[in-house]
């Protein structure tokens, strides 16, 4: 494995940061040379090379090149107003109206959590509309039958309850009801006045995805991932109860802070340039590792998933998530696929000089960092359907399969380390060799 010199690709992204101003070189692609990577919303030159920065832009080494970019300032951009704290959910009661329609999982525990806390001071939850997620993973067509559906529902309000599914299930549906993405994707039409009439309320009862934190949501389309990038999907609005988390089973537990250390960890180590989202990275890993009492613990657990989505949405992922998408084909979970890929993928991070600060920062040892994730994750990664991924990995052609995705999955384009074919065939013997040997 080679350790990456050079940014091998320009990050930026429209209306997010790092964003291409000028272009002051003679020759200098144009516009239609760039390629937005639909995950992280960055723009990446095509078949760019890129060397040091000068001037306050990138020496661009294209086949044409050299090229000089300039480059706006970094923004950080996130939720306005972000309430937390054990029962918070309490709060939203008050503003809650006919015109709000609500979109949860079909998960009792959540339900009846959501009955118990409005019960005094807010509307019954059985009198407002609400939209069901069909069980797993939005797929184009419950995206757009349910947005079919709100369009004849006056809204003013989206409060969207659960995990990251139900979070981008309905950010994608109410878009899709007022026209703003197709199906490609794309933003479509001029949204502006649509969003501007309507509150997003984001609520997540699991502390793994930092859905809530971005501009980003995801569906399945024929078997693909795909992601749309928008500000359109930015919440107004996130309230983060950690009493959630006492709905969900200690797996489900464990696979979310294994999404949420992997947004930390992948995002502190981003080739992405940004003080601000990698200082949210450090507080999550702070608030998951904090030795605390455990119910002080749970309440910080939350606003650490919030965090690292924080991070995540703007200094992207990598390696980790790569796997982790590329597992999804075989039905295994994104925060599952996670706690399998985080301890192998650290061991290969853990000498480059940004993991090394990280643990600087944190004031642990490589060691102690790898035996608290590896505690933390445990009841994921030695769950029974944990087999299932080692017989994945256990296939050659579907090993093959599986690096092939791996290598052409965007977050690798911000990984530190670049991971030639044997270099993923190692760290694959890893990830199974983590559950056939541990559990
Ligand atoms: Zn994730």
Redesign the pocket.
Known sequence: MRRRRLPTTILAGPDRHWRPAACHSPGCPPGGRFDLDPLSGHLFLARTRLGDRINGGYNCRASGGPFLMAFAFPTYRHPALVTYGTGSVKSLASSIDQQTVVFMSGSPPVADYLRRAWAKSGPQLDDLTVFTKPVGEPTWRSVQDTATSLTDVQVNRIVAIGG?AVLDWARLVWAASVGAVNAAGLEAGDWTEARQRVSMVLVPTTC???AEAASVAVYLLDGRKVPVVSPILLADHVVLDSKFLATVSEFTLACSLA?AL??ALEAWMSIVPGRLPREAALSCFRLILREEPHHERTARLMDAGFLGGVA?AHCS?GVV?AF?HSMARHGLG??HA?ALALRPALRRLIELPAAVALTRELGVGARELDAQIERLTAPAVCDASSRHAVAVLSSRADRRALMEAMVADPCMRTCPASFSLPDLEALLDDVRDGVTQRC
Do not use: Q
């Open positions: 990251g793994g995805s930092g999404d992997s947004h995540a992922v998530h982790a994104h925060g996670n």
